[in-house]
């Protein structure tokens, strides 16, 4: 059975969340390993975006705290962190539609965070495509 975009966004988090965590206990990984724990399958799609928010994370997060009111993405729970650096990292540097990377991000987030932080992703997103 095919799996869906929407599913894979889901163990992207999980993967990004998991070696959020593994970064900061200290702990040795190797992303390869860590996406074919979540992963049954060879994915690209997966790949693209895990090896995307790792490299460009810094950016993310400025891009984020730029657009945060009073705010700083590190004062967000680690899966709401994993679910905007997603969602800009996927309006800025893929081809899925704006409003598909968007849809997709507020769905993780009403699923794995609470309301209030489901509204900061909403906001940032919607700014950073209203700005393009």
Same mark, same amino acid.
Request: hydrophobic fraction near 35%; charged fraction near 25%; aromatic fraction near 10%.
């Given at each position: 059975m095919a799996v869906t975009r929407s599913e894979l966004r889901e163990k992207i988090m999980t993967i990004l969340y998991q070696i959020e965590l593994?970064?900061?206990?200290? &702990?040795?990984? #190797?992303? *390869?390993?860590? &996406?074919?724990? #979540?992963? *049954?399958?060879e994915n690209e799609f997966v790949k693209d975006i895990v090896y995307g928010v790792i490299t460009y994370k810094d950016e993310l997060d400025e891009i984020a705290n730029n657009?945060?009111?009073?705010?700083?993405?590190?004062?967000?729970?680690?899966?709401g962190r994993e679910i905007l650096r997603m969602g800009i990292y996927e309006i800025k540097y893929t081809e899925t539609p704006d409003l598909v990377a968007i849809n997709e991000a507020l769905e993780l987030a009403k699923k794995y965070s609470d309301d209030s932080v489901r509204k900061m992703i909403n906001a940032v997103l919607d700014k950073l495509v209203n700005e393009e």
């Open positions: 593994y970064q900061s206990n200290n &702990i040795e990984y #190797n992303i *390869d390993d860590v &996406i074919k724990e #979540n992963l *049954d399958i657009h945060l009111a009073n705010w700083t993405i590190s004062r967000l729970d680690s899966m």
